[in-house]
């Protein structure tokens, strides 16, 4: 009986820690969702998930992105999600279906204002990740386009990174039929692109203890 006390004692307590393990709200798109992927697995957002734990991180990583999504979509979800998981980091992937479908370029920067402005407002840390626009949309709204992301992580002094398909979006290799959606090889590569910045923000990993 006391063994399987101490037994379940040992459950509730690992459990608590699970619980209490700061949150990485990846929120965002197709590109993190896994659009298009044979297996869910192969995402760049799970394997951030393994990198964590490899590394020693103690996060859990939630990933709220919706094929598909809008700034506009986004921000109608965000406080919901904010709510719910409470974040300790916000990655926010939005934007590319924005300039897909032409929307105004103000409006898209008036709605990821207004996440990064309840990201902080929850206490949490955002990241950006920038996204551009094929050079058949026009050198004005490509142009537009790129500003707004490089230009909110100046105002708001947040990390960005630049240029999430950067190193895919030129290699077809790395695409899907479609040559939007990182293929899975394209994946690790997009993991590559988040983490130098990501990892700043993350508290740091637990030392190996000393022989």
């Known amino acids: 009986m006391k063994r399987l006390l101490t037994l379940f004692v040992l459950i509730v307590a690992c459990a608590s820690a699970r619980a209490e393990a700061p949150v990485i709200l990846v929120f965002g798109d197709s590109i993190s969702a896994g659009y298009g992927l044979p297996r869910v697995d192969q995402g760049w957002v799970e394997l951030l998930k393994t990198r964590l734990k490899t590394q020693g991180y103690g996060y859990q990583v939630v990933n709220a992105s919706v094929s598909g999504e809008t700034t506009a979509g986004g921000l109608a979800r965000l406080p919901r999600a904010l709510e719910l998981h409470h974040p300790a980091i916000v990655i926010l992937e939005l934007g590319g279906n924005d300039g897909l ?8 920067r008036a709605n990821l204002t207004q996440m990064l402005t309840l990201t902080l407002a929850a206490a949490a840390k955002p990241l950006l990740l920038g996204m551009r626009m094929p050079p058949n949309y026009g050198p004005h709204y490509t142009e537009e386009f790129a500003l ?3 230009d909110l992580a100046k105002e708001r002094k947040i990390p960005l990174v630049p240029f999430l398909l950067t190193d895919i979006a030129l290699s077809p290799n790395l695409l899907q039929g479609d040559e939007i959606h990182p293929n899975e090889q394209g994946q690790p590569v997009l993991l590559d692109n988040v983490w130098p910045v990501l990892k700043p923000l993350l508290s740091p990993a637990p030392k190996p203890l000393s022989k």
């Open 101 to 108: 479908r032409a929307l105004p370029v103000a409006q898209m």
């Open 148 to 150: 707004v992301f490089s």
